[in-house]
Structures are given as structure tokens and as C-alpha cells.
């Protein structure tokens, strides 16, 4: 699963919809370079001019809500973040953001105690969340059973792959 | 055999297991796999770089024109392109072209293409729609739409029930948007956050599909996993006149698990506007204080349909819209759009200066036809309120059922219909 992350938090609230993550304006486009460099722009102008390359997307309830657009976890990959931890995450951003090998975990308590700018470590391999500047980690929540191998396997289309193949 | 609801029936019938509990993890069978111009050209190098060749049988799977068409620019004429060759390539008749198309979640019910019992997977979030006609539908991305159109199945988890039901009568100028409004408003945005919406009662046995499909369109705006309603005499009906080929009937048993239930009594409920940028955010219409407008918009896979504009044609007609509003209406399909004409409720609107757009969700995603500007304010029957959803970010919208609309239409400002008539 991987070495540990490291990067900076970026916080936002509750309900953040997948409008203001990409606007539908930009969904004819795929690449996830432009996307990125249009990430949250309706939600926060500073957004992109805040954001280092690794930092870790720390926010509330429901995040990813609203439409099914595989644009929202792709701009966020593209706008340079390592992960996203969430009190919660809206079902089809949840699948998407899976499928596309977005990190995404989701702890209450450390969604509750982190400021912007505060030094986050994410450890892939247990679901160990540290905010080091506070000093204090908390287990993210299990993922179910085939969430795991899907993101053992790098993504759901080796998952697919594999599928089909055992298939054939 | 445990007792389910409605929807851990259809999941275990697909799944090839005798019973299904919430929590549990199933790979169901798809019955169909749906998806737009919006989102099938992503999917299709995805689907390739799977090492998929063809796709899991043909005829259950359906492509749709609707979200950015007419071509708005050459980005998404290419993805209509794409999504074109691709209906060619692999053979798919349930191809639905421009002239001959509508919004996805209008069209296909129209089409015979959904039935109770049903399990649908469509890249859209609003494909909950379809549980009004007793199917369990949910909404996925474009990963999950290639995985879908490869293997023929996808995983699930099982969802916890809520059961919804409705008590009372509804008043006139009432309908399935007021129901769902107040319900979300209750249960907030997240209020059903990875569960499963299953609307019942007496209001609901009474109510047509048309309103039922409004309910159950809006049931991800509660973050629900899917929205059902057990099929009974008017679905049958409705089912009857379309579905070409065979299907179940499922239905919740008596003494099925429900995470919560909620009941409403709704006989004094009152024309409802969702305020921005939430559909939870709720209030009467007539106590939102003078709102002016400069925008409505009647159209979206939510109220788009030929019951939708009876009633706003009803408030329009013989009178005018207000001076500085636009009004703009959409029918959802084709059909929808034949009727408009057939009935003469086209030349009311038409007659009150409003304009009529072909069948697309257009203003709805802020694509086209009807984009709002800096600082403007909307009345939209479409189901998402959020910042710059439809076009600059500093514009607002709010969202309510088709009375309120046609009403607020004439008054150039928020309205309802009781002021009018």
C-alpha cells in the first residue's frame, strides 16, 4: 500500500459539492492537469495558490456531494493533493475517488482538531492518521472488504482486468 | 427466509443469494447499465484499458444525448462524437441521438426501459429517478460505468432502509417537489447518507408517476444510495403502456428492518422554495419576503415533464411574464415537447413571452441555454442549488416545484401561486 505521507493541511467544511470541486463548465475535459489548475475556484479563490504539491485535503461531512462527475477526485489529484480525510464522504465521490487511486480515508476526531497548515502524516498501511503539530493520531475508518483489494490492486481497472480474466 | 425491504430484495434476487442484510457486499447482475454524453466519453478508454472487447450484452446497455446538446462548443460535439462511434462499434441499439432523445431519466421510464424489480447502474447522479417505478437505481462515475459495461455486474453494498411515509392529503398547487423539499429539509443533505429512501403512504398511493419521479429524483439530495416506491396499480399502468419485456414484482415485507421511519403528515403543507446554496434550506414560498428575479427556469430531468407544464400553464396562461424576467421552459424530451404542442400549451407560453428550448439539461449544470450571470438570482424546478451550479458563482439560485415558478414568472419575484390566481 505504500510509503507514508506527509503534507500540509487544506481545510474546508461541510457539503462540499462537487460543483465548486470542478464546475461543470470544465467537464469536457479529462486531463487532469487542466482540471486540476481549475480545482475548487468557485469555492475558494486561493485556493491554487495556497496549495504545495502534497498537501492533504482535510474537510467535513458529505464531502464530494452532488453529481456522479469523475472530474471532482481527478481535479483533486490534479490540483497536486496527496489524499483527502473527510468526517464523511457522498457514496458515488466515495466509489469515484477509489476507482481513479485517490487516497481518501475518513476520521472524525482528526477532521475535528486540524487548522489549516497543520503538518499531517497518513499512513497507507494501517489507516494511521497523525496531526504532528497537535501531536495526536486516530484510526481512520475499515473499508469494506472489496474496497481493499480494489485498492490493493491499484485501482479498479486492474481490478477489472482481473475480473474479466478469471472470467475468460 | 429473513424479512427485507424492498430494496435488499431486488440486490439479493441480482446477486444469486437467498437474503441480503445492510452492511453485506454483493456483486449484483445489471439489468441495465445507462449513461450520457456527459459522461460515456471518459469511460471508453477506461473500458480499454480494462482489456474489455466487447461489451456485456448490448441491449442492456443505453447512451443518451442530453446534457451538453445540441453541441454547445466542439469540446463536447467531440464527446457526443465518441460516445456515437462507440454505440456503432459495440452494436448498441438503446442509442438515443439528438431529435429522438431527451433527458436520460425522463426518456428511458418513456421508453419502456425501466421496470419494477429492476437493477440499474447510470453515470448521473439523479438515476435514483428510477426506483419510482420499484427498480433499485443508483448513480456511479465513469470508472464504475466501464467496469459495468465490462463484466455485466458491479459491487454493492447493502443499504439501510429508511422508510418514508406520507399521511394526509396534499393541497392544491402541492405536489411530489413540495414533498420531497420538506423531507430533505427535515433530514438535511446528509440525512440518508449511504442508505436507501423508500417513500410510502397514502399520499404516495394516491400520487402519479409524474410526482413520484420528482420524489425519487431528489432522493441524492438527502445522500441516499437509491429512492424506491413498491409498484402498485398506477405503476402497473404506467409499466404497461411501455415495457416490452418481462419483469418481477418486489415488495417490502411486512415485518422488514428499517433504520428509522419517518412519517409526515402533509395536508397543511405549502408551496416550498429551496433557498441557496442547499436543497435542505427550506422555507414557504409565501414567507421568503420580496425576492426579485431575473431568471426562471421550468425544465430538468426533475420537473420536466408534460404534468409539469399543465400546471405551470395554468398560472401562465393569459397572463405575462414579468418585465426584465426571462422565462425559460424545456420540456425533458421529445414527448414531453410533442405534447407540449399538441395540447396548445406551447403558444400560453409562448403567448406569456416565455421561450421554449429543445430537450436538454442545459441551464440545469450551467452549460447552456440559460447560463446566469454575475450576481443574478434564479427560480429553477431543476434539484441542485449549489454555488455557481448554474454559471457564475456569485449568482444565486433557488429551487421549487412548477406552480411556484410559473407564478414567480409573472411576479418577477419569488411567488406563489395563490397570489397569482
Known sequence: MGEKIRGHAITYGDNINTDVIIPARYCTHFDIGYLGEHCMEDLDRDFLKKRRPGDILVVGRNFGCGSSRENAPLAIKGAGMSCIVAKSFARIFYRNAINTGLLIYECEELVEITRDGDLIEVDPETGLLSNLKRSKSFASAHFPEVVREIIALGGMIPFVRKRLGEKR | MPSMTLTEKILAAHSGVKAVKPGDLVFAKLDLVMSTDITTAMSIPIFEAMGAVRVFDPAKIVLVNDHLVPAKDIASA???????????????????????????????????????????????????????????????????????????????????????????????????????????????????????????????????MADRFTICNMAVEAGAKNGIIEPDEITLQYVKERRKKKYRLFK?????????????????????????????????????????????????????????????????????????????????TQTVFRMLVLEGLASHFIDAGGLIGPPTCGPCIGSHMGVMASGERVLSTSNRNFVGRMGDPTSEIYLSGPAVAAASAILGRIADPREVL
Not at chain 2, 467531440?78 to 456503432?88: G, H, I, P, V, Y
Not at chain 2, 433557498?275 to 434550506?281: E, F, G, I, N, V
Request: overall charge neutral; some cysteine.
Open chain 2, 252 to 332: 417490502s415485507d411486512p415485518g422488514a428492518t428499517y433504520s428509522n421511519i419517518l412519517e409526515y403528515e402533509v395536508s397543511h403543507l405549502e408551496p416550498l422554495v429551496a433557498l441557496p446554496p442547499l436543497p435542505s434550506q427550506v422555507q414557504k414560498a409565501r414567507e421568503v419576503g420580496r425576492i426579485p428575479i431575473h431568471q426562471v427556469f421550468l425544465g430538468s430531468c426533475t420537473n420536466g415533464r408534460i404534468e409539469d407544464f399543465r400546471i405551470a400553464a395554468k398560472i401562465l396562461r393569459r397572463r405575462k411574464v414579468a418585465k426584465g424576467l426571462r422565462l425559460i421552459l424545456i420540456p425533458a
Open chain 2, 78 to 208: 467531440e464527446m457526443s462524437k465518441k460516445m456515437r462511434e462507440f454505440a456503432r462499434e459495440h452494436d448498441i441499439q438503446n442509442y438515443y441521438e439528438v431529435g429522438r432523445s431527451g433527458i436520460c431519466h425522463q426518456l428511458l421510464p418513456e421508453e419502456g426501459l425501466v421496470a419494477p424489480g429492476d437493477l440499474i447502474l447510470g453515470a448521473d447522479s439523479h438515476t435514483c429517478t428510477y426506483g419510482a417505478l420499484g427498480a433499485f437505481a443508483a448513480g456511479i462515475g465513469s470508472t464504475d460505468l466501464a467496469a459495468s459495461w465490462a463484466l455485466g455486474e458491479n459491487w454493492l453494498r447493502v443499504p439501510k432502509t429508511i422508510k418514508v411515509i406520507y399521511k394526509g392529503r396534499l393541497p392544491e398547487w402541492v405536489g411530489g417537489k413540495d414533498l420531497i423539499l420538506h423531507t430533505i429539509s427535515d433530514m438535511g443533505v446528509e440525512g440518508a447518507r449511504y442508505q436507501s429512501l423508500e417513500f410510502s403512504g397514502e399520499v404516495i398511493s394516491r400520487l402519479p
